[in-house]
């Protein structure tokens, strides 16, 4: 997924008003706090899934699917501004990023050893002014399409924080259609300790335990441990329509949705989710602080007279890929990319790689592919 070199939103007529976008909006910076999100992310994480099971015994209408996951998340610019026209108010300019995500089973591999993919979603991220028509404060909005058939829009706020981010528990136990109280518990598949021939495979559960099948969120705060979050940047936003604000929803393809005398095949019907930039105190005294991002996101799926939870979280970390040329050193390598060539920044480099470039950090080769931790 790429952009054409020269393309870039122009709007016609220009919209020269001024807007109120967040606090930290500016002309060098018309992304808010959305410009932490810039750049390429790579790490794991664990996915959770209710999905219909259909030709099985009567009482049988599930499959739990469980997944260790490999995820790639790429962000980059939109040029220019993005015009919205109003007919109840005057138009107004939106700023955003496209994006592109990729999750892979991490135990899963097919037929030539490369893992499973799970999940594919272009989409874009976008910061949004305050309006009148409805009268809203500056917002956030993520627009994503799912291959399988759900487009989503979710809205919500963007603010930040001196602290790390708080994290809730969460749990995967469905609930009758419109009544989350009424949680149905009895189901034998989550409790990892009962075989059962509807839940992921025991080769697919490989580094799982039933702590995070219970709580996915818990795969978050054990990647917190020992880290320093010195800055977090909170992007909340949900596809339902009253709250975080207004705004935000769903669509599915007609095999989702079913038939209308007897319910959907799996209908998504809510998306919410959570994602936090966060600053992180590098582990090498005196080197350079990274970035890391962190999101939790809950997708519930309708079908069988039940709304199933279907949770998804990840750590990233960001880092920029750099191939080794001839006459590379790491400590040119950090100046180049830090501004300061001396050991705490390059042997941070050297930590983030050293399963590339093998003991002795004097001896890279070129052509060697590094992360550069960003």
């Known amino acids: 997924m790429e952009l054409k070199p020269d393309f870039a939103f122009t709007p016609l007529p220009p919209i020269e008003r001024p807007l ?10 018309p992304f808010g706090l959305l410009e932490g999100l810039r750049g390429t992310w790579t790490g794991a994480g664990f996915n959770v899934i209710w999905r219909p099971f259909q030709g099985g015994p009567p009482d049988q209408d599930r499959f739990l699917e469980l997944n260790l996951t490999e995820e790639t998340l790429r962000f980059e ?15 107004i300019n939106m700023f955003g990023l496209w994006y592109l995500q990729t999750i892979a089973d991490a135990n ?23 309006t009148e028509h409805p009268q809203e404060v500056p917002t956030v909005v993520r627009m994503a399409s799912i291959p399988h058939g759900t487009t989503v829009i979710a809205q919500g706020v963007a603010f930040q924080s001196s602290e790390g981010p708080r994290i809730q528990d969460i749990n995967i136990t469905p609930f009758v259609i419109g009544n989350p109280a009424k949680l149905i518990t009895t189901f034998p598949e989550p409790n990892l300790s009962n075989p059962s021939e509807f839940r992921t495979p025991p080769e697919g559960l490989v580094g799982l335990d039933q702590a995070i099948v ?19 940047v909170v ?31 799996a209908r998504a019907a809510l998306v919410r989710a959570t994602f936090w930039i966060e600053t992180v105190e590098g582990s090498v005294a005196d080197g350079p602080d990274f970035h890391q991002l962190q999101y939790t996101q809950t997708v519930l799926l309708n079908f069988n007279g039940l709304s199933w939870p279907h949770i998804t979280v990840a750590t990233l970390l960001r880092s ?46 070129p052509g060697q592919l590094l992360n550069i931790p960003t």
Request: hydrophobic share 35%; charged share 15%.
């Open 214 to 232: 219970d709580n996915p969120n818990l795969v978050l705060k054990r990647a917190l441990e020992g880290k320093t979050i010195k800055n977090t």
């Open 235 to 265: 992007l909340d936003v949900s596809s339902d329509q009253s709250t975080p604000v207004f705004g935000g929803g769903l669509a599915n393809t007609a095999f989702l949705q079913g038939s209308p005398n007897e319910g959907p095949n």
């Open 108 to 130: 899963i591999k097919d037929a030539d050893g490369k893992p499973s993919g799970l999940h594919l979603e272009p989409g874009i991220w976008a910061t949004v002014p305050q």
């Open 20 to 29: 109120r976008f967040s606090s930290v909006h500016t002309a060098d910076n």
């Open 320 to 365: 920029t890929p750099y191939m080794v040329m001839q006459g590379d050193t790491l400590s040119a390598i950090a100046l180049q990319f830090y501004g300061d060539g001396t050991e705490p920044f390059w042997r941070t480099i050297y930590n983030a790689n050293i399963a590339v470039i093998g003991p002795d950090p004097d001896l890279i080769m």
């Open 77 to 91: 610019e939109i040029p220019g501004a993005i015009p919205n026209r109003g007919l109840l108010q005057a138009d």
